[in-house]
């Protein structure tokens, strides 16, 4: 080697080491800004953003108003009224006393302003609507519980979208540094005249062709971003990495005691419905029974509370008085017989969605299990193919097969990778899926 040359190979390898350095080094830095999403991260994160959230805060308001006008039935009420009038008519009476006094008669104008009060001593349905109204936010809350689960799925489904697309390209990006590097020899053959021109460019037509994949991927995975980010209301970039979550522990002790799990919202939805049911029940009965209240008057008007006075006074009255409707025309029977049917329905739906719950499990498990079955052949036939295209990428370099044939080899090892991180996601979202069906957290 002559010192020129020399000092060419020196320079080229110091250029080649400053620009490895340079991409490490700004590898390190974007994966020093990469953020790791965590599925249950979003999932949190797409419940509490929705708007259907805050619901909750407004039903228990809009329940404590309720609730305080129920209470307020048993303060005290006061009262004012006045009024005048006069009668076409009046009430005489015809009788003529001795020496000539005869009895008055009324005026035909009267008049009356007074003030009433009234204070319930004994009122039994107050704290039975009292009880009704706490039960029906209870089951608001639940229905509005109920309503937020669909997102989490929504979070799944936008989340194992992104990573499909994530892995896949990553696969692409790996086959594509292999092509390079088999087209690098095919144009050094066509240079040394041991290889046709077509060689090198079919290599290249695939690369093409691969690079179009990857911006398609990486599209893919844009859009599904886009979805999380509208979701959960974080900014979520292509630098955010996903990474499956680690969910077979959790399948596993989900499916030991799954006979007992009943963390879907619905579930509550039910029982709170049964309380509601049972709390009206009661109400009934508190109004059948008697109320006492005391009361009074005071007011200044004539006539008073002499009707034959033409004087106007002052006048006063109280006491105490008891409601009671012991015979209604059996409205309060048929009204207890509707809560019965009600609850017969409600019953029945609870039945059907334990029903559905179970073919829902039934389904997602088996999916599973499909999944680690094939799961478990894919690295074999990985082997295989690397071992094929071993073979394959020699007799390539010593221009035995054309690129053509080496191209279908690691189409197939790059097919059956795809294959496998396809698996392996799709895996993770089925747990995942199962898991969330339950109702139970993921992280």
């Known amino acids: 080697m002559t010192r020129r040359h020399a000092s060419t190979s020196v320079w080229l390898i110091t250029a080649f080491s400053m620009l490895a350095l340079a991409h490490s080094a700004g590898a390190q830095r974007n994966a020093a800004t990469r953020d790791t999403l965590r599925l249950g991260d979003l999932q949190t994160e797409a419940v509490q953003r929705d708007p259907r959230a805050r619901q909750l805060d407004l039903l228990a308001t809009q329940s404590s108003l309720r609730e305080g006008d129920v209470s307020a039935t048993r303060l005290p009420t006061i009262g004012a009224n006045a009024q005048g009038q006069y009668q076409s008519q009046v009430v005489t009476i015809p009788l003529q006393l001795p020496n000539g006094i005869s009895v008055p008669v009324p005026s035909h104008d009267s008049y009356d302003a007074y003030l009433t009060a009234q204070q319930p001593l004994y009122d039994p349905s107050v704290s039975a609507r009292r009880g009704v109204e706490r039960a029906q936010l209870a089951v608001s809350q639940a229905a509005a519980r109920s309503s937020l689960f669909t997102l989490r799925q929504n979070v799944n489904d936008a989340y194992f979208a992104a990573l499909m697309e994530q892995v896949q390209s990553e696969e692409q990006q790996s086959a594509i540094t292999d092509l390079e590097a088999h087209r690098d020899v095919a144009v050094n053959r066509v240079k040394q005249g041991a290889a046709l021109p077509s060689e090198a460019e079919m290599l290249e037509a695939e690369l093409l062709r691969r690079k179009q994949a990857v911006d398609a991927l990486d599209a893919g995975r844009a859009a599904a971003l886009a979805v999380l980010a509208n979701l959960t209301g974080r900014p979520v970039g292509q630098t955010d990495a996903l990474a499956p979550p ?4 959790a399948v596993a002790q989900a499916r030991r005691s799954i006979d007992t799990l009943s963390a879907r919202p619905e579930y509550e939805q039910f029982a709170r ?8 029940q009661a109400s009934l009965g508190a109004a059948d029974r008697p109320r006492v209240s005391a009361f009074g008057r005071a007011g200044y008007g004539r006539p008073g509370l002499n009707p034959l006075s033409q004087d106007f006074q002052s006048y006063w009255l109280a006491g105490v008085k008891v409601d009671w409707t012991p015979w209604n025309w059996g409205t309060t029977r048929r009204d207890q017989e509707a ?7 409600v019953e029945t739906d609870a039945a059907a969605f334990r029903k559905s719950v179970e073919r829902g499990v039934t389904q997602e498990l088996a999916n599973i299990d499909q999944l680690e079955h094939t799961l478990a052949g894919d690295d074999t036939i990985i082997a295989l193919r690397e071992h094929i295209l071993r073979e394959t990428d020699i007799r390539f370099r010593e221009g035995v097969i054309t690129s053509a044939e080496y191209v279908d080899r690691e189409t197939d090892l790059l ?3 795809l294959a496998r991180v396809s ?3 799709q895996l993770a979202q089925a747990r995942a899926n199962f898991l969330t069906f339950l109702g139970l957290g993921v992280r």
């Open 339 to 345: 809560l019965t049917v009600q609850k017969q329905i």
């Open 246 to 249: 680690d969910l077979a522990a």
């Open 415 to 417: 097919n059956a990778r």
């Open 423 to 425: 698996h392996r996601v």
């Open 273 to 280: 419905n049964r309380d509601l049911l049972a709390e009206q």
